[in-house]
């Protein structure tokens, strides 16, 4: 149990595209969502924290006009990288976290997306 | 200074060996500490999960935390090849997976048959 996907694992771009990114809690229901980023040789960074039906709340210095969350179920959050550009090229990756009551308090990731930004 | 600091290796030993792991952190707020485990093109995995300072076991791996030092550090009893993996810390101000986590860049471990 607790499973989370990521579609796609990998995607390849041009300047200027917008690339859209899901993350899905496959066997339970996520209260929370976060969004992390990981630059080679870097640490996971976090971008951004989603509740279902709410704004997401991002992290000092991640553009949230760039970065475009949706968490519009509690089993489905997006990003969307809008007018994505060679620096955005990173490893993306998503963790979702359960309800307390179900023993699922901690954050289970997804496998992460590799994008690609020509 | 960066929040978390882990040394990213990599670390090669024998297998059989005791594996040592290492964070150090600056942030006197951090009162939960996590160490993941992750495989090449995989998510993190949860391997253990520490409040305060002090010392768990689970298996073949301790987990210890000073927190006087802002040093926490994973064992890794009799390594098997099994274990070759990147193992990062994370650690947050709240528990229950209700913060974003702090991560130290990983440590890549390779365990030699």
């Known amino acids: 149990g607790a499973v989370v996907s990521q579609h796609p694992s990998r995607v390849i771009c041009k300047s200027g595209t917008s690339v859209k990114i899901e993350c899905r809690s496959l066997?339970?229901?996520?209260?929370?969502m976060f969004w992390y980023r990981q630059f080679p040789k870097k640490s996971l960074m976090l971008m951004a924290t989603?509740?279902?039906?709410?704004?997401?709340?991002?992290e000092q210095g991640v553009e949230k006009d760039k970065f475009l969350i949706n968490h519009a179920s509690l089993t489905l959050s997006t990003l969307t990288v809008t007018s994505a550009h060679p620096e955005d090229s990173s490893f993306y990756i998503c963790?979702?976290?359960?309800?307390?009551?179900?023993?699922?308090?901690?954050?289970?990731f997804g496998p992460g997306t590799r994008l690609t930004v020509l | 200074q960066k929040e978390v600091e882990q040394d990213p290796g990599p670390l090669s030993v024998p297998e059989g060996a005791i594996v040592s792991l290492n964070c150090t952190y600056s942030?006197?707020?951090?009162?939960?500490f996590m160490w993941y485990r992750q495989y090449s093109r995989k998510g993190p995995e949860l391997l253990m999960y520490?409040?305060?300072?002090g010392n768990k076991e689970d298996g073949r791996f301790t987990a210890q935390v000073d927190k006087s030092s802002k040093y926490i550090s994973l064992f890794i009893r009799d390594s098997q090849p099994s274990d070759s993996a990147t193992y990062l810390c994370?650690?947050?101000?709240?528990?229950?997976?209700?913060?974003?986590?702090?991560f130290g860049k990983g440590t890549h471990l390779i365990i030699q048959p």
């Open positions: 963790s979702a976290r359960g309800h307390p009551r179900l023993a699922l308090d901690e954050q289970f």
């Open positions: 066997d339970f229901q996520a209260t929370t």
């Open positions: 989603s509740n279902e039906g709410s704004k997401a709340t991002y």
């Open positions: 942030n006197s707020a951090f009162q939960y």
């Open positions: 520490t409040y305060s300072s």
């Open positions: 994370a650690m947050s101000a709240r528990g229950g997976g209700a913060d974003g986590l702090t």
